[in-house]
């Protein structure tokens, strides 16, 4: 699997819009984009996930560049319980789950 | 939704006992996973099932065993515990041919 690299930490307002970025210039072309993020004490919560289209769901939205090399997940409007630590993965599409590979991800702090 | 239930959340052992994690998942996924998380070396796998009765040696599954005699149900076994075994555990399960793994809450376990 690509690696990738994202920011240590970031800071967001409460009610105002997170963008948390993600480079995996390495991706390959059947390698998907997977975001996950763990809040303090909990096993990983799935986000979404996407492979060259921006993606949207209940939770977040994925945008993937056209060189597919970096994403961006943005939280619309986000709480605090959406403080958490936020991974960036890239995957191939195979069934066994010994590739799931979790780097140090970015410690998001929503704070009032 | 998904739902992947971890037995127990926090359990203190004795060096030497026999321990059982119970994971159940209710999404009919063939694919079931423990992992463990400690801080500073990510989520390693130890132990992953693809069907009933089928198990395969994940990164480090010295001192561990598992039991999948049923679909939903996919057990950890440590048969004698040791001090460092004291981790986060996480069950996961996924469907076959998905990439989109879901995990449990986690079961903290200690051992004196």
Redesign the interface.
């Known amino acids: 699997d690509a690696k990738t690299t994202q920011p240590p930490s970031m800071d967001c307002a409460e009610g105002r819009a997170a963008n948390l970025p993600c480079n995996h210039s390495t991706i390959s072309g059947n390698e ?1 984009v ?1 975001w996950y993020r763990q809040i303090h ?6 986000i979404i ?1 996407g492979l060259k289209n921006n993606e949207t769901n209940e939770m977040a939205s994925l945008i993937i560049t056209e060189d597919r090399k970096s994403s961006t997940l943005i939280l619309p409007h986000a709480t605090l319980r959406d403080t958490a630590v936020y991974y960036c993965i890239v ?8 590739m ?4 140090g991800g970015t410690r998001l702090m929503v704070k009032p | 939704d998904v739902k ?1 239930t971890q037995s127990s959340r926090y359990l203190v052992k004795r060096t030497g006992e026999k321990v059982f994690l119970e994971c159940v998942q209710d999404m009919d996924h ?2 079931m ?1 423990w ?1 463990r998380q400690d801080p500073g070396l ?2 390693r ?1 130890i132990y ?1 099932s ?1 069907d009933v009765k089928m198990k ?1 040696k ?2 480090i599954p010295e001192g561990y065993s598992v039991s999948r005699e049923k679909k939903e149900r996919f057990s950890l076994i440590l048969e004698s515990a040791s001090t460092n075994q004291t981790s986060m555990y ?3 399960s ?1 469907l ?2 998905s ?8 079961s ?1 376990l200690t051992v004196v």
């Open positions: 998907y997977y004490s909990q096993g990983p919560q799935y996930h995957r191939t599409p195979n069934n066994a789950g010994n799931l590979t979790f780097g | 992947v063939e694919n996973f992992y990510g989520l796998l992953f693809y395969e994940g990164d996480l069950c996961a996924s076959s041919g990439n989109t793994i879901y995990f449990g809450e986690g903290w």
